[in-house]
């Protein structure tokens, strides 16, 4: 039996999703065939809106619906400390736990097999950050909370070495590491909250 052309396009769609594999994505689209027409549009509609409506924030580059976001035009915020995380998902594990600083996003890690370097994450905005941040703070935190794969600790580690190189006055700035309550090689997104909250208390300096 052929498979009709649509039923097929959109399997080849869901399987390119992550953690999506061909019978996960048969599944899904044999689900969706018993849908109402209605639920569909709307799921259509709001795939359509995730494009058109979400930007990155031009200085953390976290996804909002304006820029700069709601994090950095809080001024409750503590804006001498910034967290730097691998994704956007890391994020709203720690706004979960109560973290009250600044964020800088990557979007990964440093890792040129899957080429993705430092131009790629960004990273010269959080160098730009830090030079107009000592110019209004007696000391700034930056919190390293990649993740503790191979390629997080690199990125972690280069991000110290060009703070230390490209920020005058970079003594006025305290690098830390979340401490290792994080398993070795484990992602933030999948950590509890306490594990997560311990991490985030006993960060070390870096």
């Not at 899904?28 to 109402?36: A, E, H, S």
């Not at 370097?117 to 209004?136: M, N, S, T, V, Y």
């Not at 703070?163 to 090689?185: L, T």
């Amino acid at each position: 039996m052929k498979i009709p052309k649509p039923i097929s396009k959109l399997i080849e769609s869901f399987e390119k999703l992550p953690g999506i594999g061909p019978k996960s994505a048969q599944r899904l689209t044999f689900y969706l065939m018993r849908v109402p027409e209605y639920e569909i549009e709307s799921f259509a509609e709001n795939l359509t809106e995730l494009k058109k409506r979400i930007v990155f924030c031009e200085n953390c580059r976290i996804i909002d619906e304006s820029t700069p976001c709601s994090i950095c035009s809080d001024d409750m915020r503590n804006k001498s400390q910034i967290i730097v995380v691998s994704s956007p998902l890391d994020v709203f594990a720690f706004e979960k736990v109560g973290y009250k600083g600044q964020y800088q996003v990557l979007h990964g890690n440093i890792d040129p097999l899957n080429n993705l370097g430092p131009e790629e994450l960004k990273i010269h905005l959080l160098i730009k950050r830090l030079k107009d941040l000592i110019l209004d703070f007696p000391q700034v935190e930056v919190i390293l909370a990649t993740s503790t794969s191979l390629e997080g600790e690199s990125t972690a580690m280069y991000i110290s070495k060009m703070i230390k190189e490209n920020v005058d006055g970079f003594e006025k700035i305290k690098i830390s590491r979340i401490a290792r309550g994080i398993p070795i090689g484990g992602d933030i997104e999948y950590a509890d909250d306490i594990t997560l909250s311990r991490a985030l208390e006993g960060r070390s300096s870096f």
